[in-house]
């Protein structure tokens, strides 16, 4: 069984930064980060694979990095700069059984999920 604890989640004011962390019980294949805000479907914000080769949504790109540290078992998500329109719940993700998506940001790839850690981003 996988378990999955995001924490780093917060408020923070425009042009700020955070850095959310996953902490994983388990081995895991690809791992990635959604977000979803009210009202609105849930998002694939990065993704990442074992050897570190990421993917990102196109309104993350150059701001947003996604890393894992396979020995400590960490995800994170460094969010630099922040736009009010990132404000969202963020919920970690992982893909626990071998397989070969195509895409990796659909949220049907993953089978393992936290509980989410609250982003608040003021203009």
């Known amino acids: 069984q996988v378990q999955l604890v995001e924490s780093g989640g917060g408020s923070v004011q425009a042009g700020g930064s955070l850095r959310l962390s996953c902490a994983v019980s388990?081995?895991?294949?690809?791992m990635g980060w959604f977000r979803q805000a009210p009202g609105k479907e849930r998002e694939g914000v990065a993704a990442i694979n074992r050897r570190s080769l990421t993917t990102y949504a196109d309104s993350v790109k150059g701001r947003f990095t996604i890393s894992r540290d396979n020995a400590k078992n960490i995800l994170y998500l460094q969010m630099n700069p922040l736009k009010p329109e990132d404000t969202a719940m963020y919920f970690c993700?992982?893909?626990?059984?071998?397989?070969?998506?195509?895409?990796?940001?659909?949220?049907?790839?993953?089978?393992?999920w936290g509980q989410g850690t609250q982003v608040t981003v003021s203009s």
């Open positions: 993700a992982a893909q626990t059984q071998a397989r070969e998506p195509f895409y990796w940001l659909p949220a049907d790839v993953y089978d393992s």
């Open positions: 388990g081995y895991t294949y690809l």
